[in-house]
């Protein structure tokens, strides 16, 4: 798609994108996150290997971004062949004053939460929509077919709403890379990210949910400000 035909948004997902491409060094392993705004790093990471030689290896989160990168002619690593992830590159749905994000619209969040936590440092890429003062939801949340109902029940009795996420063709549950099904949880308010996410991930069936709220101390947000990237953290 030529640039004139993106739309403003796209444009600001482009910035953000390319300037995050700028942090990659020769050498680096790197976390490569899903969705179309870290879409654009990996085109520009493909412009870098082939006009300055940058050698990288990439670990991809989904596989879209798998399958992504393998068209761009980006090497690839599983997380059994690393120590370590030098920089992980992702996006994110909401992200909040002090970092904390809600990640997962694309139904990649259990392996972008472990890419995350494998890795020294994270960039998150985004529009200027994406951030908010308090995180408001929904809560996207991967959890284990069997235990759909009980897990309706918890949620329930948490107060919300939920909704088990369907195809685009509403003709069944959309079914992550692990063969699990998505809710999208709604609580009534977030007040503290940190023990919502916590209380989430406690009950038996969830694999885990969208907040990401513990990796703030090795975050760096890039917004895709019309006036230029604005560097957060
Ligand atoms: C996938 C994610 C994505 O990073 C998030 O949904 C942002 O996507 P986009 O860059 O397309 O807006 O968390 O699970």
């Given at each position: 798609m030529s640039n004139t035909e993106l739309s403003l948004q796209d444009k600001a997902k482009q910035r953000a994108g390319f300037k995050a491409a700028e942090y990659i060094s020769n050498g680096m392993i790197v976390g490569l996150g899903t969705g179309s705004t870290v879409a654009f790093t990996m085109a520009r990471l493909k412009e870098r290997i082939s006009a300055e030689r940058l050698s990288i290896y990439g670990v991809p989160t989904s596989l879209q971004t798998m399958m992504r990168t393998g068209a761009l002619g980006i090497p690839l690593v599983g997380l059994?062949?690393?120590?370590?992830?030098d920089i992980t590159i992702d996006g994110a749905d909401q992200i909040d004053s002090e970092l904390r994000l809600i990640k997962g619209r694309g139904a990649a969040h259990v392996r972008e939460r472990i890419i995350a936590d494998a890795s020294k440092r994270i960039i998150i890429v985004a529009d200027?929509?994406?951030?908010?003062a308090d995180l408001t939801g929904p809560i996207p949340i991967e959890i284990v077919p069997f235990s759909l109902p009980h897990v309706l029940n918890r949620l329930n009795q948490m107060g919300g709403t939920i909704q088990v996420r369907e195809g685009v063709k509403k003709d069944g549950p959309v079914i992550s890379d692990n063969g699990n099904i998505i809710l999208d949880y709604q609580p009534i308010?977030?007040?503290?990210p940190m023990q919502l996410e916590t209380v989430i991930n406690m009950?038996?069936?969830?694999?885990?949910?969208?907040?990401?709220?513990?990796f703030t101390h090795k975050t760096t947000v890039i917004i895709g400000e019309e006036n230029g990237p604005r560097i957060i953290g």
């Open positions: 059994e062949q690393v120590q370590t992830i200027p929509s994406k951030l908010c308010t977030i007040l503290d009950i038996p069936g969830v694999v885990c949910c969208g907040i990401f709220a513990e």
